[in-house]
């Protein structure tokens, strides 16, 4: 094959064996790569119902057809692929850098991680040579202090390492999986699934050519593409990048703040984008291929937590800030570089701890619980506190790292209501009162509550639709950009380079045809991309999902938006909801329980899958 | 021999280098026709975050790499000052690579015999200040470079002491 490897490697944990596959044209075809071949291969390889946290398991890493080529952004992604143990549902997460290409030049489009090791162990892939190698030494170890340690003792400076931190080996549910210092492959908590195999790393060198079937064409494409990156499509990113958003949410009140109490932030000129890039960013960099550059790098220039360097988003800057009543970038920073050093989805964790300051604001939790600090929203110490006790599993922590779901049972007295989660996932930074666009999407996501399944806002906060209203129509407008989505975290493109496809599906079905030498039409991307998503519905559908699950937090359908504003008194009733949700199943050919039928199952040549819904139809 | 102060090399601009390696993909793709980094003229080194710098050939003075071949494999061209590399003479000893302060001359995984940047001879122009898309890289002499850090220098100094008034 060309632009795929052609190969994946199975690595049994128990017994520390290995095996090569062939990857096959049909499977390459139908699910392209990144999490729609990593949840096809997840399928094929897991037995239904499985303890997200037992060896049984599988864990999925996978690249692109793309990956290891200079494509602008699209050579560096790479995606893991388990049942989640916070939504014990699919779960995957995707991130970029240089690691998945990397990964490429070693060979191999996927590696599939069987059992679980009895000792701490690192993964080192080689090209050819694939080794299970002592961990004892960097357990406990940041995932920045691992890949230092192990380049170290490896003696090579280039070879790419993805790890988890102490919160993955202590099995937080909210744990995620670091490359590069700065890099997350951040929710669904897979760090919790290599934390539970006992598996601290993923070390990679491969030194493969890449080549594409098509170079002159791919080529030409290429320079395109260079030329389109650094026009309007991708300048938000160059510029002031996500963390953009907040005065841009803010003013829309569609803000999530202290823990959906509000919608609106009265100090977010203090934490946004614009302070930020002022005052704190130091750097831009950039991933691997990357012809945009995005990632912001900021260091705290002063005060008590002077020196603190780490990349910074929207999403994670809203979650430690503004959700947690916030106004302080500095602590901000520090939160964020605590969740990178015990590896942990900083999206989640700052979600829990505005769950936890709500929880003490409403005497669920008392200042014992905080080792004797007020715990009202706002508090710097307790976000700080919170986080440092989540990555250990300590006092509080050993509640709260398991996510605000879990959290708020084990609390119990009314504080399941306060925890802010779809499917057992925690929120992100889009108010889905006074979005009903976005709450469709975010309803149905596969992943539970995720902006990335979908970017249904965008039709709502661009003023596309009346974002207060629940209509026929919503159902499509979702449904046709999650094949997109799915597409672009299969490619594995960067989805800051979406603008840059104007085409859209024609422009990726080209760039597929050029590296693969596979012909690819834009139709037939599409119903890959129907494809990807229906695989993971009957994935939450095998693992005993329903319509049921496809809901909003409590607080979206119960607390209207209290803030005086253009968007007052709003929330999301079971009846929109109910319409939006039939108008989706139906837009994507699923019955009223949201259940794909076997008719559809056929057109989209998944009829060795039918099983998975004949088993829903006699249970 | 070209005078050391006319000799043009590529240098990257560290405030302007983001690391993403686009150098290495467009110099091994034109020398080898293959994406792959090991196999690029052109190396990116990213110490933290912060900190990154693509690094090539600099053409020095008196080439340490051309002194430590002991099979005058290696020598300097009169026209620009780039290495040239007699392949049938270098049999991949490393000597040059040990000379090197740079690590700018590597034993290809292939060949076995070493590389250098050759400025692109055959192409015209060198491809990684073509591609680059931060415009970080740049084919320069010394004397240039100088001219920029002195005028971007005063430059600064004045825009501080106008914020001052």
Not at chain 1, 40 to 57: C, F, I, Q, Y
Not at chain 1, 75 to 99: D, L
Request: glycine share 10%; charged share 25%.
């Amino acid at each position: 094959m060309i632009g795929y490897a052609g190969r994946i490697l199975h690595v049994n944990l128990d017994t520390g064996k290995t095996r090569v596959e062939r990857l096959s044209e049909d499977y390459a075809k139908k699910y392209i790569g990144g999490i729609g071949l990593g949840m096809r291969l997840w399928l094929d390889n897991t037995r239904a119902g499985v303890d997200p946290l037992s060896p049984e398991n599988t864990l999925i890493l996978v690249t692109g057809p793309i990956s290891g080529t200079m494509f602008p952004t699209a050579g560096n992604g790479h995606a893991f692929v388990a049942k989640s143990p916070e939504t014990f549902g699919v779960g995957e997460a995707v991130a970029h850098g240089t690691f998945g290409a990397e990964m490429k030049r070693a060979g191999y489009d996927a590696v599939i991680l069987h059992g679980k090791s009895e000792k701490p162990v690192y993964l080192w892939i080689d090209d050819d040579s694939v080794q299970l190698l002592n961990a004892a030494h960097l357990m406990g170890k940041s995932p920045s202090e691992t890949e230092e340690a192990i380049k170290e003792e490896l003696g090579d400076y280039y070879i790419r390492v993805a790890s988890i931190g102490l919160a993955g080996e202590k099995l937080s549910r909210i744990a995620c999986i670091i490359n590069e210092k700065t890099r997350a492959a951040g929710r669904t908590g897979l760090g919790a699934v290599m934390g539970s195999k006992n598996l601290k790393a993923i070390a990679v060198r491969g030194t493969r050519d890449i080549v594409p079937a098509k170079p002159d064409e791919f080529m030409d494409m290429v320079k395109e593409f260079h030329e389109r990156m650094k026009g309007p499509a991708t300048q938000k990113y160059r510029t002031l990048g996500t963390p953009e958003n907040v005065l841009v949410h803010n003013a829309l009140y569609c803000m999530p703040t202290r823990n959906y109490n509000n919608a609106h932030f009265e100090e977010a000129d203090k934490v946004s984008g614009e302070v930020l890039n002022e005052k704190f960013v130091a750097k831009i960099i950039g991933c691997s291929s990357c012809a945009m550059r995005c990632e912001h790098e900021v260091v705290v220039p002063e005060g008590p937590y002077k020196g603190t360097m780490t990349r910074m988003e929207y999403e994670t800057l809203w979650a430690l800030g503004p959700y947690c009543g916030i106004g302080r970038l500095d602590t901000i920073i520090k939160g964020m570089e605590l969740c990178n050093y015990y590896g942990m989805d900083a999206i989640s964790a700052g979600v829990v701890a505005g769950f936890a300051m709500d929880c003490y604001e409403n005497g669920l939790l008392s200042r014992q619980d905080f080792d004797g600090l007020e715990a009202q929203f706002g508090s710097s110490e307790t976000l700080l506190l919170v986080l440092e006790k989540m990555g250990k599993r300590e006092g509080i922590g050993d509640i709260l790292t398991d996510g605000v779901r879990i959290a708020g049972q084990k609390i119990g007295k009314g504080a399941e209501k306060l925890a802010q989660h779809i499917k057992g996932l925690e929120v992100t930074g889009y108010d889905l009162r006074c979005l009903k666009t976005a709450a469709l999407g975010f309803a149905v996501s596969f992943r539970g509550a995720d902006h990335n399944r979908h970017g249904a806002y965008a039709f709502d906060v661009k003023g596309k639709v009346d974002r207060l209203k629940a209509e026929k129509g919503r159902g499509k407008m979702v449904r046709d950009l999650e094949d997109t989505y799915a597409l672009i975290d299969s490619f594995i493109v960067c989805k800051f380079s979406r603008g840059t496809y104007y085409k859209e599906l024609e422009d990726m079905a080209k760039l597929y045809s050029l590296v693969t030498g596979i012909e690819m039409t834009a139709e037939e991307l599409k119903r890959s991309g129907e494809r990807i998503n229906t695989i993971a519905r009957l994935i939450n559908i095998r693992e005993g999902f329903s319509r049921k699950d496809d809901t909003l937090p409590w607080k979206v359908m119960n607390m209207p938006i209290p803030d005086e504003g253009p968007v007052k008194g709003a929330f999301v009733s079971q009846e929109e909801l109910d319409l939006l949700l039939d108008d989706y199943y139906e837009s994507r050919g699923w019955n009223v329980e949201g259940v794909p039928t076997a008719e559809k199952l056929n057109e989209l040549g998944m009829e060795d899958l039918i099983g998975i819904v004949e088993a829903k139809k006699e249970a | 021999m070209v005078k050391i102060h006319e000799r043009k090399f590529v240098s990257a601009d560290p405030d302007k280098c983001v690391g993403c390696q686009i150098c290495e993909y467009a110099c091994s793709w034109t020398k080898e026709k293959a994406f792959n980094p090991i196999k690029s003229r052109i190396r990116v080194v990213r110490v933290n975050q912060l900190a990154n710098m693509a690094v090539t050939c600099r053409l020095c003075e008196e080439p340490a790499c051309v002194a430590a071949c002991p099979r005058d494999a290696l020598t300097q061209s009169e026209e620009t000052g780039a290495i040239m590399i007699d392949a049938d003479k270098c049999n991949g000893c490393g000597w040059c690579i040990e000379a090197c302060d740079y690590g700018a001359i590597m034993l290809h995984p292939e060949n076995k015999t070493v590389y250098v940047c050759d400025l692109c001879k055959d192409q015209g122009e060198p491809q990684c200040v073509k591609w680059c898309p931060e415009e970080a890289l740049t084919l320069v002499t010394s004397d240039v470079l100088a001219q920029k850090a002195r005028i971007g220098a005063v430059k600064k100094l004045f825009q501080e002491a106008k914020a001052q008034k």
